[in-house]
C-alpha cells in the first residue's frame, strides 16, 4: 500500500466536523505542517474500528506542527514545534 | 496562551481538552490501587478473549460518558465503564446481569 504522502510533504489536517470516536485533537484541525515521517505500519481507522468494522488499514504520519501557528501568544521560541500521529484520511495536501 | 481561539466549536467532548486552561499537573508517581490493576488486567483479559479488538473500542466508551460523569471519574473507573459498556454491546453479559452483579458486591461488602 503506497503511502499519498512522503516526509517532507506540507499537509493540512482537515477541519470537519467529526462525531464519531476519531484522534485529530480540536487545536489541530485545520493546521498546516509538514510530515516529519511515515509511521512504518499500517492501523485501522479509529472511526471504523471503534464500532466494530475493522476492514481497512491506512497509513499514519508524524505530522509537524509550529506551536507559534497553534497557539497565537505562544511565548516560545520560533523553532519550537508539536508532532502528532494523523491518520491518512484526515491529511490534505498543502503548501507552506 | 490563546485559550478561547476558533478551535473550541471544534472540541467533541471533556476528553478533547488540549489548549484549554488547566491547572499545574502533578507529577508525583504514584502506586496503583488493587482495583486499578483489577480494571487493567480485565480489560487486557477482554483483549485476550477477542471482546476487545482496539483500544478504539475503549476510548470511544469513555467520550461517550456525559461530561459531568466524565469529570467526576477517574482513570480506571473511565475505563471500568468503557469496558462494561463493550462487554454488554458484544453480548458477553447484559446489563441487567451487570446491574444484579454490582448490588450483590454492594451488599456483600457494605460496611
Known sequence: MIPRFADGDW?????RTER?????????KGQVGVVERVCDDLFHPPEEIAFGDAGRWEHVYRVRLRQTDLWPE???PE???????????WLEAADE | ??????FASQRIGPHDMG?????????????AAYWERQVDAMVMLLFGKGVITDFA??????????????????YYERWASAAADRAIEQG???REELAERVAAIRKRTAL
Open chain 2, 92 to 94: 458477553l453479559v447484559t
Open chain 1, 79 to 89: 523553532h519550537d514545534c508539536l508532532e502528532l500521529e494523523i491518520f491518512e484520511h
Open chain 1, 11 to 15: 499537509v493540512r489536517i482537515s477541519l
Open chain 2, 57 to 74: 473500542q475503549v476510548r470511544r466508551g469513555i467520550e461517550a460518558l456525559a461530561p459531568d460523569v466524565y469529570e467526576r471519574l477517574s
Open chain 1, 20 to 28: 464519531r470516536h476519531h484522534r485529530v485533537p480540536a487545536y489541530a
Open chain 2, 1 to 6: 496562551m490563546d485559550t478561547s481561539s476558533s
Open chain 1, 74 to 76: 505562544y511565548g516560545g
Open chain 2, 19 to 31: 489548549g484549554l486552561p488547566a491547572e499545574a499537573i502533578d507529577r508525583r508517581e504514584h502506586d
